[in-house]
């Protein structure tokens, strides 16, 4: 199907989200959707698939009006959209969440069970067709990001969609699930459908779009075929090209961080750790496919999970067994992945965020104009669009990763960190590990996962590598390219790694 779009107009309170935009998605192609955070790309997806209205514009379909109201209104029109955080159910089965939004069966005396039977079938095929394996009866919060997205792909077609809409899918999934998925784009492509893929990662937009929009501050500031050079991309999104920082030497001579004989037990997973030393003000980077390990490693340094055996020494202080407030104390941050599940609450503001981190040991009242003051600052100081009484679930996915940093405090001995640039577009992520080294010179020590592993080459001092329920020792990343890396995250390691486990 062709979408037109043309003249959109949104705005929210004295935010002009989409400032008239027109776009032209042609049949059978991959059109991206590229710009900064906040640059408008979600707000211009959910109108075209019915999650929020548009204040001006129209929307042509094949040549003819489209009048897309709802999101019902949108997968009848042909037009489905996968959302930048998933909007599926985790207790439910992964037959129960494909079977959302069909429409019961006319003959209601009919059992429930053929419907299933026909769905399972149905999923089975589909998921085959894609080579996406995806048990069935397994419960939905068990899978991991990667396959969520893919059941929701079988989800939409199997409902009939013509229109894929990804809005940043590669963040939080595997490389190996990022091949899996650009190649059912491609093939989804190839069949005539038409997808839209948002993004602010060139690279994702040069393997896989044939056309590209890029956004800036609402407007489209320009439109490109595929291949085009990337520093005229870098221009169009911001306004100049960029220069990605060289990470100086922060280690210092002291000692941060000494694990001893660690095994870290979860029900599917076993880690184990001889001994690993970590200076004060290094950076590691923590590489693995999602789920190897990495997490536990971070939630255990950060007072979160205990070891089932072993010793934790942060700055020379025996750390094992302590409470989660003795880590705050001795200078631990923490941040975590999924931003409003766990990093930020939902329905309180960037101010409210700020009072509860600042009440965190203390035992006074919260003082409502000093912490307006402090949050005007953060705002200003990590650029986040939005106000201190803004709802944190408003924000653009990127202007909430901004706001978690913003909450972290200052200063910190030790600072575990899942996928710190996750959602940020190019300059933000420059701009971040900019102040993240900044800390490092003053001696706070890093710990880092990222999907990303041009990010953990170009940032970390050393990198541990978990694969197959083994760890690395460390590795000089000097001593690495990006493709090594990608290698031992595949595989097995020459020296045995960290542990004694097998
Ligand atoms: N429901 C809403 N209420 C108020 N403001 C909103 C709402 N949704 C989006 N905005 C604002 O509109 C602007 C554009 O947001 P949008 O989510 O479309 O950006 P984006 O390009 O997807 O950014 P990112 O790369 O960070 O995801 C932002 O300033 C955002 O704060
Ligand atoms: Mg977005």
């Known amino acids: 199907m062709k979408i037109e779009l043309r003249n959109i107009t949104k705005r929210f309170g004295n935010v002009l989200a989409n400032d008239d935009v ?90 429930i069970v053929l419907p299933k039977k026909l769905a399972t079938k149905e999923l089975k095929y589909l998921a085959s067709d894609f080579n996406f394996s995806l048990d069935v009866n397994e419960i939905l919060g068990n899978l991991t990001v990667g396959e969520r997205q893919q059941l929701e792909i079988l989800r939409l077609l199997s409902l009939g969609v013509n229109t894929l809409i990804f809005d940043e899918p590669t963040t ?36 896989l779009c044939d056309r590209v929009t890029v956004m800036r501050q609402g407007k489209v500031v320009g439109e490109a075929e595929i291949p085009c050079p990337e520093n005229r991309l870098v221009e169009m999104m911001f306004g100049r090209e960029l220069a990605s920082p060289n990470k100086p030497k922060t280690a210092t001579a002291e000692v941060a961080l000494q694990l001893h004989n660690i095994i870290l037990k979860t029900d599917r997973l076993t880690i184990e750790i001889e001994k690993l030393t970590i200076q004060s003000g290094e950076v590691i980077g923590l590489a693995g496919l999602e789920g190897s390990g990495q997490r536990l490693l971070l939630l255990m340094c950060a ?66 104009k000093e912490t307006l003051t402090v949050t005007k600052d953060k705002i200003s100081l990590f650029n986040i669009r939005g106000k201190a009484d803004s709802k944190v679930e408003r924000l653009s996915g990127g202007n909430q990763q901004r706001t978690q940093l913003a909450l972290l405090p200052i200063p910190l001995n030790l600072l575990l960190m899942e996928h710190p640039t996750r959602g940020l577009d190019i300059e933000s992520a420059i701009w971040v590990w900019q ?38 020792a460390p590795i000089d990343t000097k001593e690495l390219t990006v493709n090594k890396l990608g290698q031992m995250i595949g595989g097995k390691f020459e020296d045995g790694g960290l542990g004694t486990g097998d």
């Open 22 to 111: 027109s776009v032209t998605v042609e049949a059978g192609t991959i059109h991206g959707i590229l710009g900064e955070n906040g640059a408008g790309k979600s707000t211009l997806v959910k109108i075209i698939s019915g999650f929020i209205g548009r204040d001006r514009g129209t929307i042509i379909l094949d040549e003819k009006p489209g009048e897309i109201k709802t999101p019902a209104a949108a997968i009848r029109a042909g037009i489905g959209m996968l959302h930048q955080d998933p909007l599926d159910f985790p207790t439910l089965s992964v037959l129960d969440n494909f079977m959302i939004g069909r429409e019961g069966g006319k003959d209601k005396t009919s059992s």
């Open 303 to 368: 007072g979160l999970l205990p070891a089932t055996s072993g010793n934790l020494i942060i700055n020379g202080q025996d750390m094992t067994n302590q409470t989660y407030q003795n880590y705050l104390k001795a200078g631990v941050g923490f941040l975590p992945a999924d931003r409003l599940k766990e990093g930020l609450v939902n329905g309180l503001t960037i101010q409210d965020h700020v009072a509860l981190r600042q009440s965190i040991g203390r035992r006074s009242f919260v003082n409502w």
């Open 435 to 472: 102040q993240l080294i900044a800390r490092c010179q003053t001696g706070t020590t890093i710990l880092f996962t990222s999907s990303d592993l041009d990010e953990i080459v170009q940032y970390s001092d050393r990198i541990l590598v978990f694969s197959g329920g083994n760890v690395s």
């Open 172 to 207: 939080g999934i595997s490389a190996s699930q990022k091949d899996a998925l650009f190649a059912a784009m491609r093939k989804l492509a190839d069949s005539g459908k038409s997808l839209i893929f948002v993004s602010h990662k060139l690279e994702d937009v040069a393997v």
